[in-house]
Every structure is written in structure tokens, then in C-alpha cells.
């Protein structure tokens, strides 16, 4: 899942992208409103951080901007919570909002439910036939044994897993499975598919010439 942070505390922006890095998120960031703006509109992000204080344009600004175009799940972080602040910023389009000092716990969770909710899944787990996918704990199961896989195997998974049914091009897989600090091989995706049908059955994902990937 590839997430976009638009924050101009460094500290905190930094130190936010570590966390959800670890998380095995990919995580892209914007010091500024006009800088945050443009990748939203360009990237198909499966979650946008965004604070409202920022320079340049406004995090409400950007917000109003985006919805414009697009539908990508916003979480607003800001310092800004009162009541007047929270009704303005979901009536702008927001998905969810959350004052500023944050538990981390707590902001991980609702990403969670942001990204979820975005594939139209109401359930925290994944279930494909006998590969069962816990989001919270990252792991996969098979037959009820755990699966290792990596942490680029495990985002091709879950995001090819929430997207159950449709198919997905190798680029939509790479926009959303890798980040823009990520030097990336052409061919790594399939790469990862192979290492994941040997891991969790070579019947699991269905490959559509021309197309791209299937989870039936």
C-alpha cells in the first residue's frame, strides 16, 4: 500500500515516514501544500496524510482541490481539532480526521480502516480458499500455517487480496506497491508473483496476458 504524507514539521514528517515504512507501507512526501497537491492528482495513493497548516496552499485548499478530481482516502492530521476545524475538514471531503498530538497506534488503525473501507471491505482479514491475510500483524497463512514472505511479497498479496476479482496491471501494482525513493526493476513484480505461487499455490493468482493480475 503506497501512502502519501503532505506535513511541513520535518521531524514530524520524517519520523512518520519511518514508522509507516516499517509498517511496510511506501510512503511518498510533500513539504508543502502545491508540492502535496501534485502528487495526489498524479499518483493513485491508497492513503493521503494530510495536515491543513501547510505553506503554499492549505491543506483544506488541497483537499477541496483533489476531491475535484479524485476519490484517494484523506486522513487529516493537523493541530487545528476543534469541533469547527473537524466539521469544516470532513465537509471538505475528509475520510477521517485526527488532532495533533496523535497516538500512534491509533493513526496506524485508522489508515487501516481508511484503506479497507476504500476496497470495500468491511473485514479486517483476508480470506482466499485456504491463504488467510491479517493486514494487522502482516502475516499469511496457508492450510492455518504461517507463510513467510517478504515485505514486497506481502504488499503485491494484500493489495492483489483486497482487490479481489478485478484484474491489475502490472503498473497500477507498482504505483501501489512501491515508493518514489524506490529504484525499481521492470520486471520485479512478476518476480514477486513467481516466488508467491511457489510459496501459496501457483492456482492463486491468475495471470491475463496483455492484463495484468487476477485474484479470482
Known sequence: ?????????????QGLAKVLREEGYSVDLAEDGEEGLYKALETNYDAVILDIMLPVIDGLEVLRRLREKKETPVLMLTARSETPDRVAGLDRGADDYLGKPFDLDELLARLRALIRRAAGRASPSIAIGEVG????????????????????????????????????????????????????????????????????????????????????
Open 133 to 216: 491475510i491479517d493486514p494487522i500483524a502482516r502475516k499469511v497463512t496457508r492450510g492455518g500455517a504461517e507463510v513467510v514472505l517478504t515485505a514486497r511479497e506481502y504488499a503485491v498479496l494484500e493489495f492483489l487480496g483486497r482487490h479481489r476479482g478485478r484484474v491489475i496491471s502490472r503498473t497500477e501494482l507498482y504505483e501501489h506497491v512501491f515508493d518514489e525513493t524506490d529504484d525499481t526493476l521492470s520486471n520485479l513484480i512478476d518476480v514477486h508473483v513467481s516466488n508467491l505461487r511457489k510459496k501459496l499455490g501457483h492456482e492463486l493468482i491468475t495471470t491475463r496476458r496483455g492484463h495484468g493480475y487476477c485474484i479470482e
Open 1 to 13: 500500500m503506497r501512502l502519501l504524507i503532505v506535513e511541513d514539521e520535518p521531524d514530524l514528517l
